[in-house]
């Protein structure tokens, strides 16, 4: 019996086990080993109770001891067990931080949290922690270009990563081309002039990142040449480049070019005279602009104050005209003239001489001055301008005038056109000539030894000879016969010295006559 008990004591040992940290091991009481033929008959050992503190989750890597004590089975009381302790290693847990895929957009700096990572699930035990990792990346910069840049994990900071076979997986960080506006500026061209884009006509919705620049932008529009209508035009931008340029991602915007109306000045010139001679004035204009073509373009409208002259044709006779320059329909479509200039003309009337011709009447004749009784310095008149009559003046027409010298004046002109002229006039002279009167001496009679004394009756004239109420109321008569001693026979009697009213109009002429 004692030998029996001695061989028993030989040893349980328990059976040397792994694990990996985290793993919680619940022992079954079997992880044990007799030496074969320790027990007697139909003893057994059914399990044993197995103590280690690396069965927990939690135990740290490293060796842990298995501690065997209290077998149970049948019949072991007949034992006496030395308890062998067995070894349990804990390995590292495997553990794999994956860095994350990043994004950012071009021009934002990006400052790692330390936590743009994955872990394995449940891969940490307990109350172990990761608290931070350290990533490095050259896409972090705000300057950082555009594309994939790798990210890499340089290490990790927390609790209980010692129990930890860590590994790291890299990935990438994707810098986004920052999206960017272009907007054309809009613009406004003139009519008939071309625009030549310079590439910098535009703007963006935000700024470019620091340091970077667009120098051109590539602008077209169908109306910035020159002969594009008036009206609104597309300007399209695009093939925007400049520094750090391949970094954005650029959308293009419409801009609009507005084609208005050339500014265009005018200034009237007047015609080189302006003294009336039948031909039409006509203003010209000069323009800041050439090509301009009367009637075609543009036309010069004539007015007087009264508006009873209202016409293009520029105007012929005298007066005082305003000439307004005026745009047709066709060119004030294209062309803004803000101030249409005016310029008022006087055509002054023109200058004539009228020119009362010279004439001459007897005494006791009347006078009638015909229409054409005068000259004129200008003949013919100027186009269909034609002088009809001239009225005169003159206070020796009638038949009583005095004789002697009288101006004949020019007063009145009718005619056609009569009002573009100024006439002035140069007297004529009027003559009045005496009328010849015959005074015819009577024959007389007387004896001899008479003394005849003349009455100055001894006179017969032609009584319609006379004018109005001219008298001849004696003449002197003397004769030789008239004295008492004249011998008898004929004696020539002398008429002269006729005296009366208004004879000195007349030409006397006498008759002398006979005394017998």
Known sequence: RRQRQMCIRDRLKAIDAQKVYGDLITANGT???????????????????????????????????????????????????????????????????????????????????????????????????????????????????????????????GTGLANYDVKYSNSSFKVLPLAIEIRPTNLEKEYSSNLNFNGNEFSTDKPLVKGDSITFVLLKSIGSVVSAPIGKYDITASSAYGVGTLNYAFSY?????????????????????????????ECTATLSIPGFVLFSDYIIRYTSADNSYNS??????????????????????????????????????????????????????????LNDAYKSDLKPLYGSDKIASVSFVCNALMDTASVGTYNIEPSTVTGSGMDNYNFSFVNGKLTVEPKTLRIQGLDLTKTYGDQYIATGKEFYIDPNQLVGADTVQTVALTSGGFDAIAKAGSHAITVNHATGVGLSNYHLIYTNSLLY
């Open 31 to 157: 992880e044990f080993f007799v030496a074969p033929n320790s027990l007697v008959g139909t003893d057994n050992i059914s399990s044993v109770d197995l103590v280690c503190a690396g069965f927990a989750e939690t135990a740290t890597i490293g060796d842990h001891p298995i501690t065997p004590q209290n077998a149970v089975g049948s019949r072991l009381n007949n034992y006496s067990f030395s308890y062998v302790p067995a070894n349990l290693q804990v390995a590292k847990k495997s553990l794999l931080i994956t860095a994350n895929a990043l994004t950012k957009t071009y021009g934002d700096a990006y400052v790692f949290a330390g936590n743009e990572y994955t872990q394995n699930p449940s891969s940490l035990v307990g109350t172990d922690q990761i608290t931070s990792v350290q990533f490095t990346s050259d896409a972090t910069p705000f300057n950082a270009t555009t594309g994939d840049h790798p990210i890499t994990v340089n290490g990790i900071t």
């Open 253 to 281: 915007q419409l801009g609009e070019l507005n084609v208005v109306q050339k500014k265009i000045t005018a200034s009237i010139n007047p015609p080189a005279s302006l003294v009336y001679n039948g031909q039409e004035k």
């Open 312 to 369: 293009t044709t520029p105007p012929t006779n005298a007066g005082t005209y305003t000439a307004t320059f005026e745009l047709l329909t066709s060119a004030a479509h294209n062309y803004l003239l803000q101030n249409p200039p005016t310029y008022t003309i006087t055509i002054s009337k023109a200058s004539v001489t009228i020119t009362a011709n010279d004439a001459s009447k007897t005494y006791g004749d009347n006078l009638v001055l």
